[in-house]
């Protein structure tokens, strides 16, 4: 069954460490995303892939990188963690265009202390 | 602020009853769709509304779009315990043909016994 698998699913990292959330997605679908979710602010979207290779900034890019190594990896990167980042990640992939359904895996949650 | 949101933060029914969620928006939308999350659980589609339709139904689902005053609703009929979950709307924009899909803050329905 096509799935998007997102890991680890808890993580605790100290502050000013690097942290990579990693997600794969077995649906064959070109785009992917990265969101966060906090009470209040319901998910907001940090970075997104069109496919391999590429990486485009969302609407709450700073302090996050992503990498898209191939069509089925597309990890989130947090090169100085900060205790503002402390949220809960959903990965999820799509086919794209203007009516476009996402896949959402079932979230990590980041403590950043 | 938000491009779409939901107009309750939280609903409370008694199994059976029926509910309706409802949301705005702020932009010109190609299409709206309505997720569900359950505690512990990424996001899941239920419906996708295309701007060009007024009314779509998924089995105890129904939900109404109506583009000239900007707004969603998401009807449950006969409701259940396990419909207690996090209900989204979210909108695809004209003009972005990226994929992205912009959430609102969600709303909270309980469904008691």
């Known amino acids: 069954e096509a799935a998007v698998t997102q890991s680890p699913r808890n993580k605790v990292a100290v502050t000013g460490g690097k942290v990579t959330l990693s997600c794969n997605q077995t649906?064959?679908?070109?785009?992917m995303y990265w969101y966060r979710q906090d009470t209040g602010h319901g998910l907001r979207l940090i970075h997104y892939s069109y496919g391999a290779g590429s990486t485009e900034k969302g609407d709450i890019p700073d302090g996050y990188k992503a990498s898209r190594p191939s069509q089925e990896n597309f990890s989130l990167i947090l090169e100085l963690a900060t205790p503002s980042q402390t949220s809960v990640y959903f990965c999820?992939?799509?086919?794209?265009?203007?009516?476009?359904?996402?896949?959402f895996g079932a979230g990590t949650r980041l403590s950043v202390l | 602020s938000q491009l779409a949101e939901e107009n309750l933060w939280a609903l409370s029914v008694h199994e059976g009853e029926s509910v309706t969620v409802n949301c705005s928006y702020k932009?010109?939308?190609?299409?709206l769709q309505w997720y569900r999350q359950k505690s512990g659980e990424g996001p899941a589609q239920l419906i996708l509304i295309r701007s060009n339709e007024r009314e779509k139904r998924n089995g105890r689902l129904r939900a109404t779009l109506d583009t000239s005053s900007q707004s969603s609703s998401l009807s449950i009929t006969a409701t259940r315990c396990e419909d207690t979950a996090v209900y989204f709307c979210a909108t695809s924009n004209t003009g972005a043909n990226t994929g992205k899909l912009t959430f609102g803050h969600g709303t909270i329905l309980r469904v008691h016994p």
């Open positions: 999820a992939s799509g086919l794209g265009g203007l009516q476009n359904t996402l896949y």
């Open positions: 649906n064959n679908h070109n785009n």
């Open positions: 932009t010109s939308i190609t299409a």
